[in-house]
C-alpha cells in the first residue's frame, strides 16, 4: 500500500486491541480496531483488504459487505464454491466492489504473457501450460496450513495460483485428472492436477506444502514458449522463445512487494465507479474455486462443516 500512489492504509482491524494496536504502530496506520465490526463499520474505510486464514473469509467478507464496504479478499477466495457464490450474490445485490486479492494476476510479468500469448499471438497458440508452487514446510499441527479447520493444504494455499494462472490462458477446465497425498493431519500436502481444455490443450500442475519444486511456469504454444522464472509467481521476468529464434528476456519489474498492483487494481476500479476488476472477474474467481472443488471431491477431501 505504502508504493501504491494515493492509497491510505486508514485502518487496521483485529480479534484483539493489542495485536491491533502493535499492527498500526509498524505500518503507520491512522486507526486500530479491537473487532473485525469496528473496522467494517468504520465511514472513513473505502474498501477492506481480507488477509485472515481461508476458512475465515466468507464470514470475514460478509461482514465487510453488510456494513456496505468494498472488499478485497485474499486467496483462496473462500473455502468452496457454494461460499464464492455467496460473496458474489451479495456483492451484485448491494453494488458493492468485490475482488480476490489474486495479486500475481496483477503483476507486470502475467500483463506481458497475457499480451504476447493472448493478443500478440507471439507463440502461436497456447497449448501446454506447465507450472509448479512447492515449498518445505515441516509439519506444525497448529500452523494454519495443517490445520484442515483453517482450510489448510497445498491445493488451496499454492495450488490455488496454478489453477488461476491456467484459467487466464485457458478458460475453465472441460476435463481433470488428479492426485493428492494426504497427509498425517488430514490436509493435502502434495497434489498433481491435469486439467484438460478441450483442442489438445492442457495444464500439468503440482502444488507442496511438504516439497520443495522450481516454482517456474512455461507456457507452450504451437510457435514457440514462454517461461516465468522462478519463482513465477511473483515473476519480474520472463523469456519468449519463438521457434527457431534466439529466446529474447523481457524484464517486467513490480512496485513494492508485488502486492501493491492488487490494491492499485482494486483502487483503479474504485475510482472508475467499477464493481468488479476486469483482470479479476467474479465470475471467473468463483469458477476456479469449482475447479478446487472438484478435485477435492475426487480425493473425498471435506473441511469441517461442509
Ligand atoms: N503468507 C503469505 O505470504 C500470503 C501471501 C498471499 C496470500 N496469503 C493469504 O492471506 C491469508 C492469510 O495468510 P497469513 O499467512 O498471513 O495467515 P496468518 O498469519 O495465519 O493470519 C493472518 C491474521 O489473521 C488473523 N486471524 C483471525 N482469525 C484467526 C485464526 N483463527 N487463527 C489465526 N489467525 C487469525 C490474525 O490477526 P489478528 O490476531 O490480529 O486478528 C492473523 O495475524 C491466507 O488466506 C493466505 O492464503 C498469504
Not at 473455502?79 to 448491494?94: G, S, T
Not at 502461436?124 to 515449498?135: E, H, N, S, V
Not at 487494481?265 to 474504485?270: F, S
Amino acid at each position: 500500500m505504502r508504493d501504491a500512489p494515493g492509497a491510505t492504509l486508514a485502518a487496521v482491524g483485529s480479534r484483539a486491541p493489542e495485536s491491533a494496536a502493535a499492527f498500526a504502530e509498524s505500518f503507520g496506520v491512522v486507526r486500530a480496531h479491537a473487532t473485525y465490526e469496528d473496522l467494517a463499520a468504520d465511514p472513513d474505510v473505502d474498501i477492506v483488504y481480507i488477509a485472515t486464514p481461508h476458512a475465515l473469509h466468507h464470514a470475514n467478507a460478509r461482514l465487510c459487505l453488510d456494513h456496505g464496504k468494498a472488499v478485497l479478499c485474499e486467496k483462496p477466495f473462500t473455502l468452496n464454491a457454494a461460499q464464492a457464490r455467496d460473496l458474489v450474490q451479495v456483492a451484485r445485490e448491494r453494488r458493492l466492489f468485490l475482488m480476490e486479492a489474486m495479486w500475481t494476476r496483477c503483476l507486470p510479468a502475467l500483463a506481458e504473457v497475457r499480451r504476447l500469448s493472448l493478443e500478440a499471438g507471439a507463440i502461436g497458440q497456447p497449448r501446454f501450460l506447465i507450472a509448479d508452487f512447492g515449498f518445505h514446510k515441516p509439519f506444525d499441527p497448529n500452523h494454519r496450513l495443517f490445520e484442515l479447520a483453517m482450510g489448510g493444504g497445498a491445493l488451496l494455499d499454492v495450488g490455488v495460483y496454478l489453477v488461476s494462472l491456467a484459467s487466464m490462458l485457458f478458460g475453465n477446465p472441460e476435463e481433470m485428472a488428479s492426485r493428492a497425498h494426504i497427509g498425517q493431519s488430514g490436509v493435502d500436502e502434495d497434489v498433481a492436477l491435469l486439467l484438460g481444455y478441450g483442442e489438445g490443450r492442457f495444464a500439468q500442475l503440482t502444488a507442496s506444502i511438504a516439497t520443495e519444486t522450481p516454482q517456474e511456469a512455461i507456457v507452450f504454444g504451437s510457435e514457440g514458449s514462454i517461461r516465468l522464472h522462478a519463482l513465477w509467481w511473483k515473476a519480474n521476468r520472463l523469456t519468449l522463445a519463438v521457434n527457431g529464434r534466439t529466446a529474447e528476456t523481457i524484464e517486467a519489474p513490480y512496485l513494492g512487494n508485488g502486492y501493491t498492483h492488487e490494491a492499485m487494481e482494486a483502487m483503479r476500479c474504485l475510482r472508475e465507479g467499477r464493481l468488479e476488476s476486469p483482470l479479476v472477474p467474479l465470475d471467473e474467481t468463483a469458477a476456479i474455486v469449482e475447479t478446487l472443488d472438484r478435485a477435492r471431491a475426487a480425493w473425498g477431501l471435506r473441511y469441517p462443516g461442509e
